[in-house]
Nanobody, 126 residues
Framework: QVQLVESGGGLVQAGGSLRLSCAASGRTFSSRIMGWFRQAPGKEREFVAGISQSGLRTSYADSVKGRFTISRDNAKNTVYLQMNSLKSEDTAIYYC???????????????????WGQGTQVTVSS
């Protein structure tokens, strides 16, 4: 069982920055691929970024490449999403997710992730 709690969302002006955090419970965090997803009103949940167990490998959606950075601190059981140059289209609920079934591929499909946080709202005003 993995429990995930996101924080750091809020209201920011276009061009601004936010850093999201996701704190995980359990002793197996360092062995899990982690991902960030987002869901805007009326849209499907979409992949934002993913990170390997060690943090050496990352994957990003094309829409956030060069603006967002995913990282993790295994000593703190926490994964982060640094979001810079935010745009109005980044407005969504952001979810942290853990993949407990796979060990190498960073999947982009939400169905490949097993545990989810409750989400944190990010609103970017233009």
């Amino acid at each position: 069982q993995v429990q995930l709690v996101e924080s750091g969302g809020g209201l920011v002006q276009a061009g601004g920055s936010l850093r999201l955090s996701c704190a995980a419970s359990g002793r197996t965090f360092s062995s899990r691929i982690m991902g960030w997803f987002r869901q805007a009103p009326g849209k499907e949940r979409e992949f934002v970024a993913g990170i390997s167990q060690s943090g050496l490998r990352t994957s990003y959606a094309d829409s956030v490449k060069g603006r967002f950075t995913i990282s993790r601190d295994n000593a703190k059981n926490t994964v982060y999403l640094q979001m810079n140059s935010l745009k109005s289209e980044d407005t969504a609920i952001y979810y942290c997710a853990a993949d407990v079934r796979h060990t190498f591929v960073i999947y982009t499909a939400a169905s490949e992730y097993d545990y989810w946080g409750q989400g944190t709202q990010v609103t970017v005003s233009s």
